[in-house]
């Protein structure tokens, strides 16, 4: 079982359990390793004590979070952060496909592709020339992922690439990763606007669908802001796990609730050691 799947296996668990504030004892039983291991699993993989990422996971928290994030957020508009945003040490640049090759789906087009390890699990990465076009965690098998990659982009053709991939996946992923990042979008005009916005939430920083439908311009349109942000095909990079429900509940996610909240207990802690 690697890292992230048994953090996985104890961020289940809490869904349920996590009102009690189980000891390490408890926690430690749950990912099936010793007191001593788990704790220096926890330290490695985020950067803070289990007791800590425990609060990070709680609707309690992510409510307050919500909360203060209004003037994290506020602030950074008001400073000229208009996106494309920063993450980490990364810059993010995005192209939009044109209409017209919007309409060839993926014709001319070369996807290098490759299946890498991450703090979250497995996830699948398609590079064109012009970035990255794809960026998946896997909720099964790696078959899938590929059959999912190649239906939202047809016409296109495909090499496997697991060195390059591997590369993309240090930079993003990797505690020294610096540089510039370039996205490849395909997706519709008002499905761009919103991935923009979500590129103008900082780290550390959540939003409810509400505030990304205003920040994307269209204050009336939660909804369709929300199945917008459901489509997003780039993860982590574009991040959509930065928005949850107006209650402080995490919400759904395309590649799992349980991993939302891992990501977001990653960057919480990342944020506070200044990692």
């Not at 992230?4 to 099936?32: C, D, F, H, M, T």
């Not at 920083?205 to 997003?232: D, K, Q």
């Amino acid at each position: 079982m690697s890292d992230y799947e048994r953090i996985e296996k104890v961020i289940r668990w809490l869904e349920k359990n996590y009102a009690s504030q189980p000891s390490l004892v408890e926690l430690s039983k749950v990912a099936g390793v010793s007191e001593f291991h788990f704790q220096r699993l926890f330290s490695r993989w985020t950067g803070t004590t289990p007791k800590s990422f425990v609060q990070y996971l709680t609707a309690k928290h992510a409510k307050q979070l919500l909360a203060d994030s209004k003037d994290v957020l506020s602030a950074s508009l008001e400073s000229g952060l208009s996106g494309p945003g920063r993450l980490h040490d990364l810059i993010i640049s995005i192209e939009a496909v044109t209409p017209g090759e919007f309409k060839a789906k993926g014709a001319g087009v070369e996807i290098r592709y490759g299946v890498q390890k991450t703090p979250f699990g497995d996830c699948l990465i398609g590079l064109t020339s012009r970035g990255i076009c794809h960026l998946a965690f896997l909720n099964n098998d790696a078959d899938e992922a590929v059959a999912e990659l190649k239906a939202n982009w047809p016409n296109a053709e495909f090499k496997l690439s697991r060195t390059e991939t591997a590369k993309i996946a240090k930079r993003i992923f990797g505690k020294s990763g610096k540089g510039k990042i370039s996205l490849l979008l395909k997706g519709t005009a008002f499905q761009i606007k919103v991935w923009e916005a979500l590129l103008r939430i900082p780290e550390g920083a959540v939003v409810s669908y509400s505030n990304l439908a205003a920040i994307a311009g269209n204050a009336s349109a939660s909804r369709a802001v929300g199945s917008a942000v459901g489509r997003n095909s780039i993860a982590y990079l574009i991040p959509c796990h930065r928005v949850i429900k107006e209650t402080g509940a995490i919400g759904e996610y395309r590649w799992g609730s349980s991993r939302k909240r891992a990501v977001l207990a990653w960057e919480q802690a990342r944020k506070e050691t200044n990692i």
